[in-house]
């Protein structure tokens, strides 16, 4: 695995040249914190636009409108809850 010390950094290319268009996450994969940090907001996203999207006549420029919803759960308090039972993590990438 690739882990990163405090205060160290990588950087990483992806080119995006897709033949069609997609929208793509990232999330971090630290083990057995997946959702955790998830739910806590290490996560984001990027819509690659292919030269075809034309044809399907999606909404553009000022109607296209990046969202990304997040499902979590609050304690009474209306703090982030998460179970205390340890889950292991399943990777669909």
């Known amino acids: 695995g690739r882990t990163f010390a405090p205060g160290e950094e ?8 897709h033949l069609r268009s997609a929208t ?7 083990m057995g914190i997946t959702r955790l940090n998830s739910i806590m907001g290490l996560a984001s996203f990027w819509i ?6 034309d044809v399907l006549r999606l909404p553009f420029g000022e109607f296209d409108v990046p969202l990304l919803i997040s499902d979590c ?3 009474a308090n209306a ?12 990777y669909f990438e």
């Open 10 to 17: 990588r950087w990483y290319l992806y080119p995006n040249d």
């Open 48 to 53: 690659v636009h292919a030269h075809d999207d």
């Open 79 to 90: 703090q982030l809850w998460s179970s205390p039972i340890f889950h292991q993590e399943a």
């Open 24 to 30: 793509l996450w990232v999330h971090d994969h630290s």
């Open 73 to 75: 759960s609050l304690d």
